[in-house]
Every structure is written in C-alpha cells, then in structure tokens.
C-alpha cells in the first residue's frame, strides 16, 4: 500500500491558484449515548491518534482532559516530522511520541488503509478511532469534540463541564465560523499561498479578526461571555503557536500575540489550565513546522526563539476576577479560582504547581 496515494501533506493538494483551500474531512460518523447506535459511547472502546503540533488535534485532547476522559479514551501520539511522501509516522525517537499501541503501524496512514483500503484522500489528525469495530469513526476535529463535550457523560470525571451549552449554541457557532475562516485556517492560507495575492487577502483578514478577538476580550472574560466554551478551545490552539510559529514561519508579522493586552492575556489565562497546559510540547511545536514544510523552510533549521512568560501576571483588572476560570455552572469543580488578587497569587494559592515558576523556551 505504499504508493496508494502520492501527496499525503496537505499543503501538496491543497493549493488552487497560489491559493490554500483545506479540504472537507471524510471520516464523519459519530458517537452517540443513545442505545442501539452503530458507534455506542463506551469506555475503553475509542482512542484518539493525535499530533502535539496540530492545533486541530490539540482541540480533541483538550475537551478529554477537561471533562476527564482520560481513562475512558485512549490517545497515541505521533513523531512531530510529517514527511511529505509518507505522511505521519509512529516513530518513537523524540521524547512525546509514543508509537501506535492499538494497531502497531508504523505511519498514519497503515490506520487508515486499514479502514478504507482503497482511500485516496489525506492522512491528517487527528483520528477517532473505534477499537470494537476496527475503522476510523471520525477525523474531524470539530465533531470530535462535541461527541467528548456531550456523549461520554456517562463515564467522564466531570460531566457537569458543558462547552456547548444550549444558550449559548447561536453565538458559538457564529464564533467560530469566523475563527475558523480567518484565524484558525488564516494562518495556513498565510503560509502556504503561492503568490502575493492570496498571501495579502488571508493576513489583512487575519489581523483585522485578531483585532476583532481583542476588542471582544476587552469587555468579555471568554469569547461568548463569561463561560468558556468550545469555541475558546478552537482559537486558543492557534494563540498558543502563534509567537512561536506563525508570526514568523508563516509570515503572519504585521502584530505579534503579545502586542494584544487582552489577547494575551486570556491566552495565558487558559495556559495556567493544567488540563491545557500538558497538551502543549514546544518542541514539538517548532520542530514540525520548522522541519516539515520543506517549501517555505528548505533548510529546515528550526529557531531558538525568544523566552515567553506564558505563567505571569495575566490579570485583567477591567473585569470580574472572582470566578472560575473554567466556567462552570455552579462552583461544583475547581480548576482555577480566580480571586481579586494578582493572577500568579491565585495560581499559586489553588493549583498545584511547582515551587519555581517555569519559563518556557520556545
């Protein structure tokens, strides 16, 4: 099956007239709570194959932390290096990748011959897969994380955590359309254009976005209001790359992260989550993208970048502090207390961290 589909990178076969244009996904069924459904919600009967360096799959292991599913649903993770012939491989040689342990493949893409045997499509995360039925069931990474967010209750840890609630379902949907559209997607149709043309649309539009993100952090703790949600999740995946990688390596330079004060500072608000904060591997990070996109990067050095403080103070005085940062109905859990404190003082008094403060080179 090695030669079923050449050009496995996205940024190979994705490209219309200088322009990137991601494709729609093609695994899209779903996993229901409802008895009698094809994809039964069930523990230890799912696992999750995921990159730390896509912010796509970064999406799927953050909602299965936070509603603690963590020994429901299993998760692999694959080496940071996409190769553009071979796609994602199970190599274990950089410390954070761990090899396939459901179906012992050596690339990303055995999994998903061994599903469709004649696939033609790309071999992305992250993947849904059902342990049972021995198939992918999804490799969508929004649908992905509304089956953790709702279906799962049953066994999750923390099923009171709703990331989707119903009144909040308009302003999330909208929300997101435009993150995805301009941001999210932004970000690569910035990097990966061909030409000036396309590459100018895509960064006017993602500056203007970010600038609209800050305006609405300017009276709003979250993107919807005063609860996180999902469509926190989806943007903070690329805030949290973005220094690092996309201002530079994608040339999405005209501001940097840091330069939004509100911006910045939900950013690292939601970093000080622990069940965000051990989703991000910076090497990881870097490295892929660095190493992986030979056409923007052919040497593929990776840069040594500068030190950013992602735990310091990101309190938002303009703004209620006494709440829980995870936005839960009630006050039944507790991540982070936000007190009328300093934010490192809250951290420090209600989560278990570290003696010494970390910086994070990346």
């Known amino acids: 099956m090695a030669d079923k589909a050449p050009g496995y990178v996205t940024w190979n076969k994705e490209i219309d007239n200088g322009e990137f244009k991601r494709k729609p996904r093609t695994f899209r069924d779903f996993v229901s709570a409802k008895e009698g459904s094809k994809f039964l919600a069930e523990p230890n009967r799912y696992h999750l194959y995921i990159s730390h360096a896509c912010p796509w799959a970064n999406r799927t292991v953050i909602v299965r932390n936070l509603k603690g599913l963590e020994d429901v649903i299993s998760c692999d993770v694959v080496d940071f290096l996409l190769n553009p012939e071979t796609g994602w491989s199970f190599e274990k040689s950089h410390p954070g990748s ?32 059902d342990k049972k039925l021995n198939t992918i069931v999804n490799n969508e990474s929004s649908e992905i994380i509304r089956m953790l967010n709702s279906e799962f209750n049953a066994f999750a840890k923390h099923p009171e955590l709703d990331l989707y609630p119903e009144p909040l379902r ?33 960064c006017k539009a993602l500056f203007e976005n970010l600038d609209k993100v800050e305006q609405i952090l300017s009276q709003n ?56 904060q051990r989703t991000i591997d910076f090497f990881h990070i870097k490295h892929h993208y660095y190493e992986s996109h030979t056409s923007i990067n052919p040497f593929r050095s990776a840069p040594k970048s500068h030190i950013i403080h992602f735990i310091s103070d990101c309190v938002r005085r303009d703004l209620p502090q006494d709440r829980w940062c995870a936005g839960y109905h009630g006050k039944s859990r507790v991540v982070i207390r936000t007190a009328p404190l300093d934010r490192m003082s809250a951290l420090v008094v209600c989560v278990d961290w570290p003696h010494q403060i970390p910086k994070f080179a990346i």
Not at 118 to 128: E, H, R
Not at 176 to 200: H, L, M, S, T
């Open 98 to 129: 761990t090899g396939d342990s459901v179906n012992g493949a050596k690339l990303l893409r055995e999994v998903y011959f061994k599903a469709q045997p004649d696939y033609q499509g790309s071999f992305t995360v992250p993947v849904l897969w």
């Open 170 to 202: 308009s302003a999330i949907d909208e929300t997101n359309a435009w993150v995805y559209d301009f941001i999210n997607n932004g970000v690569y149709r910035c990097g990966f254009a061909k030409a000036q043309q396309p590459y100018e649309t895509a």
């Open 221 to 276: 703790r979250y993107l919807t209001g005063d609860q996180l949600t999902e469509a926190d999740i989806r943007l903070w995946t690329t805030a949290i790359r973005f220094d690092a990688v996309y201002n530079t390596h994608f040339k999405c330079n005209v501001r940097r992260l840091i330069d939004y004060p509100n911006l910045w500072a939900w950013t690292r608000e939601l970093y000080a989550m622990p069940e965000l």
